[in-house]
């Protein structure tokens, strides 16, 4: 599958961002948002399984961000409220093509370029 993000940009502490990826091609199973800060690791940041919307969001950014999909346009979602300095970094989409969804990056095979949020304090 080609993944497209877009929607990163500069920002100040507090405000939002809404993220978007286009998916196409072959069928997924989930597709999943991460982050990579510099000099971090990638980190886990949400998930969604396409059959059935479950939902899954790392505990960071529990109850500020969001996902959402929208089947019709095969396009992910990730809706970023009250921003910190802390949630700079390129955000990657990606997906995943098994039975279980994982917040592992491993366990995803098709990335996005990524699209770079830089949160001003």
């Known amino acids: 599958v080609q993944l497209q993000a877009s929607g990163g940009g500069l920002v100040q502490a507090g405000g939002s961002l809404r993220l978007s990826c286009a998916a196409s091609g072959r069928s997924f199973s989930t597709l999943g948002w991460f982050r990579q800060a510099p000099g971090k690791e990638r980190e886990f940041v949400a998930r969604i399984r396409w059959s059935g919307g479950i939902i899954y969001v790392a505990e960071s950014v529990k109850g500020r961000f969001t996902i959402s999909k929208d089947n019709a346009k095969n396009t992910v979602y990730l809706q970023m409220n009250s921003l910190k300095p802390e949630d700079t970094a390129i955000y990657y989409c990606?997906?995943?093509?098994?039975?279980?969804?994982?917040?592992?990056?491993?366990?995803?095979?098709?990335w996005g370029q990524g699209t770079q949020v830089t949160v001003s304090s």
């Open positions: 990606a997906a995943s093509y098994g039975l279980a969804s994982s917040t592992r990056d491993y366990a995803y095979e098709s």
